[in-house]
């Protein structure tokens, strides 16, 4: 069992950039694959990004496709979601998720798919 936490949410500016982080209390995510969701008020929780167990393989929303990026550090110790080019429209407390995989490059893009959530990291963004 895993509990991942959050890291790197705050307030930016449009076109700016911020780099979220995921850990889960030092240990290892390497058996895990993970997930970004998002969810902005009075709006159901969203995918925003993908990554699989092995760190090879990543799937993101259209809507951030190009500007944002999620990577998993060599000891895959920590989940990261580099989010450039922000608009006002990216803001919302966004979520880790993980859960185990049985095949290392699978995604997963669904919030059921996963069973276990951190508590979530506030993104805000200004025009």
């Known amino acids: 069992q895993v509990q991942p936490v959050e890291s790197g949410g705050g307030l930016v500016q449009a076109g700016g950039s911020l780099r979220l982080s995921c850990t889960a209390s030092?240990?290892?995510?390497?058996?895990?694959?993970m997930a970004w969701f998002r969810q902005a008020p009075g709006r159901e929780r969203e995918f925003v990004a993908a990554?699989?167990?092995?760190?090879?393989?990543?799937n993101y929303a259209d809507s951030v496709k190009g500007r944002f990026t999620s990577s998993k550090d060599n000891a895959k110790t920590t989940v990261y979601l580099q989010m450039n080019s922000l608009k006002p429209e990216d803001t919302a407390v966004y979520y880790c998720?993980?859960?185990?995989?049985?095949?290392?490059?699978?995604?997963?893009?669904?919030?059921?798919?996963?069973?276990?959530w951190g508590q979530g990291t506030q993104v805000t963004v200004s025009s």
């Open positions: 030092g240990r290892t995510l390497r058996n895990y694959a």
């Open positions: 998720a993980a859960r185990t995989s049985t095949y290392s490059g699978s995604v997963y893009l669904a919030t059921y798919e996963y069973d276990y």
């Open positions: 990554i699989s167990l092995s760190g090879s393989r990543t």
